[in-house]
């Protein structure tokens, strides 16, 4: 089994539609983070969440929202989707202990599609 | 602020070698990593240098200088399975700030 899942894998939309997307992991680390991917953009950091009461703004937090339900889920919401949030968007989790820590443990991404 | 840049593409042959280069300018340095993503895959994880030297493993290996803002990853005796982008990050006081990614096409 897949030690960071994320659901769903596609889903495409319409503007002005409320969107869900969701993260599991199975990997026990307390560091949970959501990016979006966009050709010839790199990965962008949108938020980020060190522990179940903690939650913070990265690059793009803009028209998104995040629920962290348990140290293992973590949910991003679009409130309004707008077509330039067309992208993939990945979730990841790190522990912030060991020998390479805070190396991020990336999800198969959602494609999500705006129209 | 942030900047890292790597090569926007690069192809190379099959059986050959490859130096992927990384510069960077943050404003704290706490770990460099490499990751591989194939297209339309997640990013996996390769390497890690947190100290100045060359860090080996197997036909992968990342070297790191910390006064120069620079790094590279090395890929031996290339594969074509090795064809993906190669992505550069680094951790200063925050989360990865990652570069845009090197596609690498690798070449018969």
């Known amino acids: 089994d897949a030690d960071v899942t994320q659901t769903p894998r596609n889903r495409i939309t319409k503007t002005g539609k409320r969107i869900m997307l969701e993260c599991s992991q199975t990997?026990?680390?307390?560091?949970m983070y959501w990016y979006r991917q966009d050709p010839g953009l790199g990965l962008r950091l949108i938020y980020y969440?060190?522990?179940?009461?903690?939650?913070n703004k990265g690059e793009i937090s803009d028209g998104y929202s995040v629920s962290r339900q348990a140290q293992a889920k973590f949910s991003l919401s679009l409130e309004s989707a707008i077509p330039n949030q067309t992208a993939l968007y990945f979730c990841a989790t790190s522990d912030k202990d060991g020998d390479a820590a805070d190396t991020q443990y990336f999800g198969p991404g959602t494609r999500l599609t705006v129209l | 602020g942030q900047n890292i840049d790597q090569p926007t593409e690069m192809t190379a042959t099959e059986g050959a070698i490859v130096q992927i280069n990384c510069t960077y300018q943050?404003?704290?340095?706490?770990?460099l990593f490499w990751y591989q993503q194939h297209a339309g895959e997640a990013p996996t994880f390769l390497s890690y240098n947190v100290l100045d030297g060359l860090e080996e493993k197997g036909r992968f290996s990342s070297f790191l200088s910390r006064s120069k803002g620079y790094s590279y990853l090395l890929l031996k005796e290339l594969q074509m399975k090795d064809s993906a982008s190669y992505l550069c990050?680094?951790?200063?006081?925050?989360?990865?700030?990652f570069g845009k990614g090197t596609r690498l096409s690798v070449i018969a």
């Open positions: 990050a680094v951790r200063d006081n925050t989360p990865l700030v």
């Open positions: 943050t404003s704290g340095f706490n770990g």
């Open positions: 990997k026990g680390h307390d560091r």
């Open positions: 969440s060190f522990d179940v009461k903690d939650i």
